[in-house]
């Protein structure tokens, strides 16, 4: 008889807690009002996991989209001279850019500015003309990829002395300027030329060679792209005014910039995208974290639900509880068995929630739902990005509010007399 005795007190002091917990999630009770309360808590859990799933796929997706946009309209170094001097050896300085590891492509750049018109509007918009090599600036933007009419390459094709030379447009500088692929548009440069009525603007007629469409308002409707050596000479640049490198992925700028810095000397200045982008991409990190902020308020206000729930419980087992105290469980096996129960609910609704985000947004992104107005917005729908390292971090999150959440209802079930309890039912 004390052997058995002795087994099955060996029994519930090392394998009960799980299995009576299990037990009162699963049986059938007569208050279905306790079921009911469960139910909702696994339900509050797993919605406010999926929306904070959702809501940092959406703000990842923002920002990936936003940083391929500014990365692929520009490259991720840029190189000056210092002092404001271009930089005449091109081919030199392009060689020891190459040599540094991580580097794919490097393209000069020769700048100006002005104001372009033309079309039946005869409006003037202010244009930033860039000088390129079409060749090289492939390899370093995705400006000459991008191009919705019209080739970027026809500024390849460009002679000295030929009329009209070609000039790239954004597509909103075309639009505002009612032109398209073939048409005519004049430019008022900001480079002065001596004339025998004195210094005047210099002014000249380009042919529309094709059109761009950057993703980015600010890139579509004030770039114009036109070769080099026509733009050094507008310009009066003698070469380039920088340098534009693209590195084999964005992580390796801080090694690159370091490389070519010590390659170049101390008459150069090297920038890059990111540091350009500050402000705005520490914005976009800001809102995603007061974002998942706000949204983990509702597993919050769900893990309430889940101390209702285990308090409800303990309530309606006193005399179960009485009777296993009895039978020689420990105040901290009786804590064990309370605490189980809620970390069940909190694991069955934060993995269907987890689950629940991970295919809404793998769906709404396939669908490309919902649709935004491409006049509006520079993007046509809303993009969605999961990334495994966040669904994670949720998961993780909503298991522990869950299990702090067990903690007062546990403990107050271990501190109950057995005596009271048999003697209260």
Known sequence: MSD???????????????????????????QTFVSLITFISIL????????????????????????????????HIMVERLRGREIGEIRSVLSRISSVPGVVGSSPVAEGFG????????????????????????????????????????????????????VVLGVDMARALGVDTGDRVQAMLMSSRLTPWGVLP???WFRVAGIFDAGFFEYNSV???????????????????????RLRD????????????????????????????????????????????????????AALNIVST???????????????????ATSRGIMALFLIQGLVIGLVGTVSGVSLGLVATKVMDTLKWPALDPDVYYLSHVPFRARPLDALGVALLAVAISFLATLYPSWKASRLDPVQALHYE
């Open 115 to 166: 104001l372009l018109s033309g079309g039946p509007t005869a409006t003037a918009k202010y244009a930033v003309f860039y000088g390129v090599d079409p060749a090289l600036e492939a390899k370093v933007t995705s400006i000459p990829s991008s191009m919705v009419s019209g080739s970027f390459q026809q500024l390849q094709g460009w002679k000295e002395g030929e009329s009209q030379p070609p």
């Open 223 to 245: 770039r114009c792209y036109l070769p080099i050596t026509l733009a050094s000479r507008l310009f009066n640049v003698d070469g380039a005014t920088w340098i534009s490198v």
């Open 310 to 328: 285990l308090i409800l419980l303990v309530m309606e087992k006193v005399r179960d509880i009485g009777a296993l105290v009895a039978m020689g």
């Open 4 to 30: 058995a005795g002795g087994r099955e007190r060996s029994r519930i002091s090392f394998g009960y807690e799980l299995f009576v917990a299990l037990r009162y999630l699963g049986a059938k009770r007569k």
């Open 250 to 301: 964005a992580s390796l700028i801080p090694e690159a910039e370091e490389g070519i810095r010590r390659g170049l000397g101390q008459d150069f200045y090297v920038d890059d995208m990111p540091r350009q982008n500050r402000s705005l991409l520490s914005a976009l990190r800001l809102e995603k974290v007061l974002m998942f902020i706000a949204i983990s308020l509702i597993v919050m206000v």
């Open 202 to 204: 210099r002014t000249l």
């Open 44 to 75: 509050g859990v797993g919605v406010g996991t999926a929306a904070l799933v959702i809501s940092l796929a959406l703000m990842t997706g923002f920002e990936q989209d936003i940083k391929e946009h500014i990365f692929g309209g520009n490259a």
